[in-house]
């Protein structure tokens, strides 16, 4: 049932709608800091929780052991635990944001805890399965498809590289992953005013949803020139911004040219004061840019958090156009209290970021000591250079420097190892039959083709690739497919140690218990985990590196695992902007196939001018 709409009389009166806005920037302004610092403080709780549960069986859960998961009493605490905290994200970034527009638009008091209060009492409305699948619906699909509302812990969420890899190379899984997408979009695109009909008029979420999908339908033509005018107004506006701090770093670009190149200002010189005017002009410029690197990005993150508050009160204005009979002039901002307080703080944090810029300035080689350059592993042993999982790969991975290479093992019918990446033979040679069905005689007549070169090649042995490696350049062995078993760790173990190479093999698997069995059975071999996903501390894994896809290899992850001692390697890196991330991180290594663009974007890296260092190290301190 719809609630009467009535207008807050304490207001001193009605007024345009631009005024209200002007008057409610202040209020948006000093919303969205505290409501940060107490999500991060209530968004802990199940969080800790959920490590706590994952953690209850001796190890993290991921996507090495995901049967642990799914068959124990851990999997549905987990699942209550993270419906528990999508359902605070969802309260605190988005019922609580939506109820302060309501409040704005309607004169009334504006208060942090009232609002948030209104988001948790709101959540009785999505106590059921429609409830529940819109939830789901925040916490996957909007970061997918793009429309909907959406929280910061599912933001960056994706599918991982190497599954879309896979998508976009098939057009039977490319077709319909579009129309998924497409679905969800358009189902997303029919409820954009559901939120609001659960929250401000009490709807429960079906009729809500209903709701949505007549009113859009009614005044759609309204609606989309409006937002449409209100976006590119503001994607304008924050662009002068950008295109600002552009100019500004263009300029200190060019005169940074001016000055010496590779400078480095050591802390025994810094605290020793024998310092020349050389010194004092590059810590000077060295400040300037920082200062117009953190103070502008902290300035673009204000009016990009305005600009996203006023786009939310802009459409819940028209929410309440097409529900209300009469909604033409808006109440007058009653409460003012704490206005300049809210302006000082803004003022007081560009203070702090100018004490922070000297700092940077004065320190900058302390603060950016750059590290040991990243190992590159050439995936498939040589990446796009050579046919993949060849000796011809081998051969020009170490002519690159490459660190180490990755192959794929599997067994055959008849017991022997031989190399090959997918379940079947038919994406290299054309024959759908799987290694296991087949002996080494079969396999060894099939014929793989370069596809670029036209050169034909022979499936090789295990045998024969470690003769090629032994003391030349470390391999990667993952152990594949249905036979990745404890026989295939015995094995393959009793191969290396004949071939004396066991220094120069890693064992690998996206199979837990295989490597487990491998790091408790045989210490003596380095040994690593792949995961695309996981719960938990995973570096309580028992093995020696772990291998992480790039969405899983954040910063603070990769501290606590080298906490622990053990090595962190991202896959599969193929991107020049992901290549630009990890080749700069605290990452041990990359596997990639694009090993030539590797080695171009460690260059570029390694030639990085102090403006561009600052650049990539602080120009999303504000993400």
């Given at each position: 049932?719809?609630?009467?709409?009535?207008?807050?009389?304490?207001?001193?009166?009605?007024?345009?709608?631009?005024?209200?806005?002007?008057?409610?920037?202040?209020?948006?302004?000093?919303?969205?800091?505290?409501?940060?610092?107490?999500?991060?403080?209530?968004?802990?709780?199940?969080?800790?929780?959920?490590?706590v549960?994952?953690?209850?069986?001796?190890?993290?859960?991921?996507?090495?052991?995901?049967?642990?998961?799914l068959?124990?009493?851990?999997?549905?605490?987990?699942l209550?635990?993270?419906?528990?905290?999508?359902?605070?994200?969802?309260?605190?970034?988005?019922?609580?944001?939506?109820?302060?527009?309501?409040?704005?638009?309607?004169?009334?008091?504006?208060?942090?805890?009232?609002?948030?209060?209104?988001?948790?009492?709101?959540?009785?409305?999505?106590?059921?399965?429609?409830?529940?699948?819109?939830?789901?619906?925040?916490?996957?699909?909007?970061?997918?498809?793009?429309?909907?509302?959406?929280?910061?812990?599912?933001?960056?969420?994706?599918?991982?590289?190497f599954?879309?890899?896979?998508?976009?190379?098939?057009?039977?899984?490319?077709?319909?992953?579009?129309?998924?997408?497409?679905?969800?979009?358009?189902?997303?695109?029919?409820?954009?005013?559901?939120?609001?009909?659960?929250?401000?008029?009490?709807?429960?979420?079906?009729?809500?949803?209903k709701?949505?999908?007549?009113?859009?339908?009614?005044n759609?033509?309204?609606?989309?020139?409006?937002?449409?005018?209100?976006?590119i107004?503001?994607?304008?506006?924050?662009?002068?911004?950008?295109?600002?701090?552009?100019?500004?770093?263009?300029?200190?670009?060019?005169?940074?040219?001016?000055?010496?190149?590779?400078?480095?200002?050591?802390?025994?010189?810094?605290?020793?004061?024998?310092?020349?005017?050389?010194d004092?002009?590059?810590?000077?410029?060295r400040?300037?840019?920082?200062?117009?690197?953190?103070?502008?990005?902290?300035?673009?993150?204000?009016s990009?958090?305005?600009?996203g508050?006023?786009?939310l009160?802009?459409?819940?204005?028209c929410?309440?156009?097409?529900?209300?009979?009469?909604?033409?002039?808006?109440?007058s901002?009653?409460?003012?209290?704490?206005?300049?307080?809210?302006?000082?703080?803004?003022?007081?944090t560009?203070?702090?970021?100018?004490?922070l810029?000297?700092?940077?300035?004065?320190?900058?080689?302390?603060?950016?000591?750059?590290?040991?350059?990243?190992?590159?592993?050439?995936?498939?042993?040589?990446?796009?250079?050579?046919?993949?999982?060849?000796?011809?790969?081998?051969?020009?991975?170490?002519?690159?420097?490459?660190?180490?290479?990755?192959?794929?093992?599997?067994?055959?019918?008849?017991?022997?190892?031989?190399?090959?990446?997918?379940?079947?033979?038919?994406?290299?040679?054309?024959?759908?039959?799987?290694?296991?069905?087949?002996?080494?005689?079969?396999i060894?007549?099939?014929?793989?083709?370069?596809p670029?070169?036209?050169a034909?090649?022979?499936?090789?042995?295990?045998?024969?690739?470690l003769?090629?490696?032994?003391?030349?350049?470390?391999?990667?062995?993952?152990?594949?497919?249905?036979?990745?078993?404890?026989?295939?760790?015995?094995?393959?173990?009793k191969?290396?140690?004949?071939?004396?190479?066991?220094?120069?093999?890693?064992?690998?698997?996206?199979?837990?218990?295989?490597?487990?069995?491998?790091?408790?059975?045989?210490?003596?071999?380095e040994?690593?985990?792949?995961?695309?996903?996981?719960?938990?501390?995973?570096?309580?894994?028992?093995?020696?590196?772990?291998?992480?896809?790039?969405?899983?290899?954040?910063?603070?992850?990769?501290?606590?695992?080298?906490?622990?001692?053990?090595?962190?390697?991202?896959?599969?890196?193929?991107t020049?902007?992901?290549?630009?991330?990890?080749?700069?991180?605290?990452c041990?290594?990359?596997?990639?196939?694009?090993?030539?663009?590797?080695?171009?974007?460690?260059?570029?890296?390694?030639?990085?001018?102090?403006?561009?260092?600052?650049k990539?190290?602080?120009?999303?301190?504000?993400?």
């Open positions: 049932m719809m609630k009467k709409h009535i207008k807050n009389t304490s207001a001193s009166g009605p007024i345009s709608y631009g005024r209200l806005v002007f008057e409610a920037i202040p209020e948006l302004f000093s919303f969205h800091l505290p409501i940060s610092i107490m999500l991060g403080i209530l968004a802990f709780i199940p969080k800790k929780l959920i490590d549960v994952a953690e209850s069986g001796g190890a993290a859960l991921t996507t090495a052991n995901l049967s642990d998961l068959f124990s009493w851990r999997g549905l605490a987990v209550l635990l993270g419906i528990i905290l999508v359902a605070v994200f969802a309260v605190f970034e988005i019922f609580a944001n939506i109820h302060l527009c309501d409040d704005i638009l309607n004169g009334r008091k504006v208060s942090i805890f009232g609002e948030v209060g209104k988001g948790f009492r709101s959540l009785r409305h999505f106590l059921s399965p429609v409830g529940l699948l819109v939830l789901l619906y925040i916490f996957i699909a909007v970061p997918l498809c793009g429309m909907g509302f959406s929280i910061t812990l599912t933001k960056d969420f994706h599918i991982p590289n599954i879309m890899e896979v998508i976009y190379a098939n057009p039977l899984y490319y077709v319909p992953y579009w129309m998924i997408i497409i679905a969800l979009f358009i189902l997303g695109l029919c409820g954009m005013f559901m939120l609001h009909g659960v929250l401000i008029d009490d709807m429960k979420p079906l009729e809500a949803y709701s949505s999908f007549r009113i859009l339908r009614k759609w033509k309204n609606l989309v020139p409006v937002m449409l005018f209100t976006i107004v503001l994607v304008l506006l924050n662009l002068v911004f950008v295109l600002f701090q552009s100019y500004l770093l263009s300029k200190l670009d060019i005169y940074g040219h001016q000055l010496p190149t590779g400078y480095n200002l050591s802390m025994e010189r810094l605290t020793g004061g024998n310092l020349n005017e050389t004092y002009l590059i810590m000077a410029y400040f300037v840019c920082a200062f117009v690197l953190m103070g502008g990005g902290y300035l673009i993150y204000i990009l958090m305005l600009s508050s006023y786009v009160l802009r459409f819940t204005r929410y309440m156009e097409y529900t209300r009979e009469s909604f033409v002039k808006w109440p901002r009653s409460e003012r209290q704490g206005y300049p307080m809210r302006i000082l703080t803004l003022i007081l560009l203070v702090l970021l100018f004490l810029s000297l700092g940077v300035g004065a320190f900058f080689n302390v603060v950016f000591e750059q590290d040991d350059n990243v190992n590159i592993v050439a995936h498939r042993t040589g990446g796009i250079m050579a046919p993949e999982n060849s000796l011809e790969g081998i051969e020009l991975a170490i002519e690159h420097g490459c660190y180490a290479c990755e192959t794929d093992t599997q067994r055959t019918k008849d017991g022997y190892y031989i190399i090959n990446h997918d379940d079947d033979f038919k994406r290299l040679t054309g024959v759908g039959r799987k290694p296991g069905n087949m002996t080494l005689s079969e060894r007549e099939l014929v793989i083709t370069d670029v070169t036209g034909k090649t022979t499936v090789p042995r295990l045998d024969e690739m003769d090629v490696i032994k003391g030349r350049v470390k391999l990667f062995i993952e152990l594949k497919g249905v036979s990745a078993d404890r026989q295939m760790v015995d094995d393959v173990v191969m290396v140690r004949e071939k004396d190479c066991v220094s120069d093999v890693t064992l690998i698997s996206l199979k837990y218990d295989v490597i487990n069995y491998a790091e408790t059975t045989y210490p003596e071999f040994t690593g985990v792949l995961m695309f996903g996981g719960i938990g501390d995973v570096s309580r894994i028992n093995c020696d590196l772990l291998i992480l896809e790039e969405e899983m290899a954040t910063e603070s992850r990769i501290s606590t695992i080298h906490s622990h001692g053990k090595e962190v390697y991202v896959w599969t890196i193929n020049e902007e992901g290549m630009y991330k990890f080749l700069d991180s605290e041990d290594g990359i596997i990639t196939d694009q090993i030539e663009m590797a080695e171009s974007v460690q260059k570029a890296l390694d030639n990085r001018s102090d403006i561009q260092l600052l990539d190290k602080l120009n999303y301190s504000w993400d």
